[in-house]
């Protein structure tokens, strides 16, 4: 057998940034809570990580090639569940997103960014080239395709976006051509054109999407909505200054002036009490996380771990950039969480498992 | 392994190379944007949190007032201001606590109690830490906006009722919403508004009481304001119309006084209520603010219970007031026939039992009744007839009259917790003490002992009812209330006019228990009723404390047939009078009370201007007063006419 990893092999540098980075997050989670109705939620996002933390090593002790070779009954799973929760699950906020599970909801959208990240590196580890011919390019954005549309149809456009970079990543990596490559990222700026221009996005957008779109380019006309959302956390990083107000001093985030702040605008929290010192701080150790991720994508085994880790490496960085932009009034409100600091149970299962598949994959390195 | 991996496993060394430099212009780009917000434009986003406090202050919506059925003001609102604490720096607030909770004169320890209980509200609400500001208090805020920023003032409308607990019980009062009725609501309460309690302000909550406005302000680190962003208008209560006679409640509520008891005048030919006082009760105005613990607990726990309302709620035994419902059964079911007659000697046996009759313990008077018919027993209340003719009748033909005449069903009044009463049966004894039925108790039943019970509103309806042919109308109190329920219980025409000649001869006639309470010019009808609350036993055990009081009774009406106006009294209270001598006098009062304004109104005396309506400050000498002035007359009465004792 292959299987032999001892505990050193473990990367414990990346476990090290991953701690660093819960715990900006459950402090903030705490300051952002406490004294409100929320109060212990702090407590609740400890629990999830604990049982991230275990799902984590579970994920690493099991050979990723044996999880691979499962691609495609997972993707099957995944294909089924998204067209189950689309006709039996549990309607929040206007979208059906969740299941039910062991009294707990979660949102199977985050299980199948998981097994999409497995899924294509599969499909991409077949491609026996260094270059990717445009049959397979095309084949792999119909594998994508299928579970993006579902996804949208929920609707949760953030999550359907993460598919995007993971594909063109992962393709990127498999000798995606230049040419290729110049005909999606044109075709992609006509898509974002589309969006941003009225005629077309009526057709394309749902109304909340569109308002959300419209408020992001003109946000004085929007004091309510997601405008608003967008003005009061550019105001809680600005006022933040170099130094910030202080733990637990934030007035805009004490005074719930931040919307969702213990959630997908805990950043703006962070930034407000911590200020531009903690703001570097904060995106440091993500940017140490994200260079620890290619190093192990480059010392993987072979092709196969490679894309599996740098499935994750894009996922991760699509959502701290969608995130972190937003929080700065850079990207229209989209609801993707801060990977790791934003609370959320579902979300935060997701990014360890994803590190799981990143530790199998440092785990075997060496193995033969 | 089901698919070999990549012959070639070559990894793209130079393309993760580029991944990793995408990464570090990502950071940087994100950092550059932190840069732009954080330092280069700081100040100005600084400037902005410190404007951006948005303040929500509410605009209380008046609630409805309630006036009498010609139109007078009974329930009004009155200005009033609401002290605020403003909440928004949880450090100035802690600090401020002291020095709050001494200037307006509070416990500091209730104020940590309200924050604790609001803290789920977002920080920017204020709360009410003072419903009622004195103007001491307004000076001391008015002088301290400086150092005591978080204290603000709020301009709200409060509850005034007539004082002294006038029409107390039937108007109910107003509060802090509760937790429960919060859930209850669907969200259309939120903490800190003032609902609906008892009586009609539960009842007619809804239209009562308006929607709240808002005004959504920006003030500045001190709290002040700046700048006024929205305001959403409140909507007022809607005011109803009750079917109440203020000229008759006044009457009703002097007559009763402060006895103990309860008040009920309704027009049976509607169903409209006229006249309801109970007593005690407490002073609604002191709810209209804020209660304090000690005094909700003190009217809680009195032993004369001042927060129920007799008048829908005291389930008492109805004594002979319920010799009508076996005469009427008598005469429907001609069992015994109309031409019976009984022999009292002060006693009778039954199933080897002696029952006395009331004559038998009168200190004035016979003690025996002689032989009589139906007439004369329901003009003298003789026990023994109606103990003959309930044997004959059975417990199954009472209870049926008793359930058709309402007894043991609620009337339907619009009146939250309004009770059912009981009619005991052969069934009801079957499933509450799974036994059967002893026939000694038939006895006591056909005289409205034993286990019957009836509140004063139904004695009402049931009377009033029997008197319009059976035609019951549901009792209310809201002026244009819809659809109002019917019963309709035929009787024959016989029965009703021997029934009503009975009654109007317990008033007209000498011997009758009610001679005392003769009107010139008014067929003034009727049946009293003493109720006993314990056995004779009992009470020479105990001798005469004041809570072994009997329940007097007297339901009077007038005119003789279809009457306009029934009365029905419950006095509670010592001094050995029976229903028809403490109870009586209070419906003749309220009877003569309904003529005198009738025939000043076919006179043309009462007019626009004479029945202005009242403002609710310019108090009637009305409640609690005692009842002297107005019963002097009777009393005299009392002496030309002595009134028989009865049981």
Known sequence: MRDAPGTRDYDWWLLAILAAICALGVLEIYSATHGSSLAGMHMKQLRWLAVGAILMFVLSRVDYHLIMDQSLILYLVCIAALIAVLLLGNSRFGAKRWIPLMGQMFQVSELAKLIIIIVLARFFTEVRSDKLDLRDLIKAGLLVGVPLVLILKQPDLGTALVLVPLLFVGAFLAGLQWQHMAAIVLVGAMLVGAVFYPPVSKKILKPYQRERITSFLHPEEDAKGSGYQLLQSKIAVGSGGFWGKGFGNGSQNQLGYIPVRYSDFIMSAWAEEQGFKGVLLALGLYMALLLRLVQNAQRAKDRAGMFLVMGVAATLGFHILVNVAMVIGAMPVTGIPLPLMSYGGSATLFVFMAIGLVMNVRLRRFVN | MSFSFGSDNRLPQQRLAVASYIIVGMIGVLLLGFWKLQVIDSDQYGQMAERNRVRSIPIIAPRGRMLDRDGRVLVDNRPSF?????????????????????????????????????????????????????????????????????????????????????????????????????????????????????????????????????????????????????????????????????????????????????????????????????????????????????????????????????????????????????????????????????????????????????VASSKKGPTSHGTLTLHDAILKSCDVFFYTAGMKLGIDRLSYYGDK??????????????????????????????????????????????????????????????????????????????????????????????????????????????????????????????????????????????????????????????PEIVVAVLVQEGGGLHGGESAGPVARDVVKAYYDKKNKKLQGEVTAENSKPVPPNGTPAAALVPRTAVVKEEESAVHTAPARNER
Request: proline letters at 7%; one cysteine or more; a negative charge.
């Open chain 2, 82 to 358: 609401s002290v605020l604490l403003l909440r928004d720096d949880p450090t100035l607030v802690e600090k401020s606590l002291a020095p709050v909770a001494d200037g307006l004169g509070l416990s500091i320890d209730d104020l940590h109690d309200q924050l604790d209980a609001t803290k789920a509200l977002p920080k920017f609400q204020p709360i009410v830490i003072k419903p009622e500001a004195t103007p001491a208090d307004v000076a001391f805020i008015e002088s301290h906006r400086a150092d005591l920023p978080v204290l603000e003032m709020l301009s709200v409308s409060r509850r005034r009722y007539i004082p002294g607990g006038f029409m107390g019980h039937a108007s109910g009062y107003v509060g802090e919403v509760s937790e429960q009725q919060i859930e209850a609501s669907n969200g259309k309460l939120r903490p800190g508004d003032v609902v609906g309690k008892a009586g009609l302000e539960r009842q007619y909550n809804d239209i009562l009481m308006g929607t709240d406005g808002m005004r959504r302000v920006i003030v500045n680190s001190v709290g002040k304001e700046v700048d006024h962003l929205t305001q959403q208008d409140p909507i007022p209560g809607k005011q109803i119309q009750l079917t109440i006679d203020y000229d008759l409640q006044v009457v009703a509520e002097q007559s009763l006084g402060a006895r103990p008891g309860a008040v009920v005048a309704l027009d049976p030919r509607t169903g409209e209520i006229l006249a309801m006082v109970s007593r005690p009760t407490p002073d609604p105005n002191d709810f209209a603010v804020r209660i304090s613990k000690e005094e909700w607990k003190q009217l809680n726990e009195d032993e004369l219970r001042p927060l129920f309302n007799r008048a829908v709620q005291a389930q008492l035994a109805p004594g002979s007031v319920f010799k009508i419902v076996t005469a009427t059964a008598m005469l429907e079911d001609h069992n015994p026939p109309e031409s019976f007659a009984t022999y009292c000697p002060g006693y009778g046996t039954f199933y080897g039992r002696q029952f006395k009759c009331w």
């Open chain 2, 405 to 562: 005449f309402g007894i043991g069903h609620k009337t339907g009044i619009d009146l939250p917790s309004e009770e059912a009463g009981l009619m005991p049966s052969e069934q009801w004894v079957e499933r509450a003490f799974h036994r059967k039925w002893y026939a000694g108790e038939t006895i006591s039943v056909a005289i409205g002992q034993g286990a019957v019970t009836t509140t004063p509103v139904q004695l009402a309806r049931l009377i009033g009812g029997i008197a319009s042919g059976g035609v019951f109308k549901q009792p209310h109190l809201r002026k244009d209330l819809q659809n109002v329920g019917e019963e309709r219980v035929p009787l024959s025409e016989p029965t009703v006019e021997k029934i009503t000649e009975a009654m109007y001869g317990v008033v007209n006639e000498p011997g009758g228990t009610g001679t005392a309470l003769k009107i010139k010019d008014v067929e003034l009808s009727g049946k009293s009723g003493t109720a006993q609350v314990i056995g004779y036993s009992t009470r020479a055990k105990f001798g005469k404390q004041k809570r072994f009081d009997d329940n007097g009774w007297f339901v009077g009406y007038a005119p003789r047939r279809n």
